[in-house]
């Protein structure tokens, strides 16, 4: 057992070990009540399964620290059985599936630099740059007229992903998106 954590070591990000299975704190509080013992309300995320889970711990419970790695990687490219990756500084690639790479998908363009978690050395998941800048490949017409202040109509990009857009922006415009939030953040000159 390389360490551990105390409840009161809880913050966003904070990685730990629960039957097994690597956590990661998404939101947490901590009570302390008039009468009785201090608790914390935690909301966890699982780094292998996605599955959210909220919880309430005692004051004083340990938990283990889970042997998650980050490497920096490049996305290559997808095939029919996945996402291929390589690591940059010896160049061995790994290959992940869809369901590794869940949501994360909708943002990957070929060379892009993510973070791939592995745990007990085994890639688990991804770890997105916190906005991406992707081309819009199909939306409506900008209407002359149409400001960046006004309403919003939908684009398709060229990962497939389908973010919500001023009605300015026109097919051919790079823009770059939140890839958190999944939102558009700005028109970005080619």
Known sequence: MAGVYEVSDFRKGLKVEIEGQPWVVVD?????PGKG?????????N?????????????GEKFNIPDVVQKEMQFLYKDDNGFSFMDTTNYEQIHLSPENVGDAANYLIENLTVYILFFNGKAIGIDLPNSVVLKIMETDPGVRGNTVSGGSKPAKLETGAVVQVPLHLREGDMIKVDTRTHMYIERVNK
Request: net charge positive; hydrophobic share 40%; aromatic share 12%.
């Open 47 to 59: 780094l292998m399964t996605g599955a959210n889970l909220e919880v309430t711990f005692k004051s």
């Open 37 to 45: 013992n201090a608790f914390t309300r935690t909301k966890l995320k």
């Open 28 to 32: 947490f509080q901590h009570v302390k």
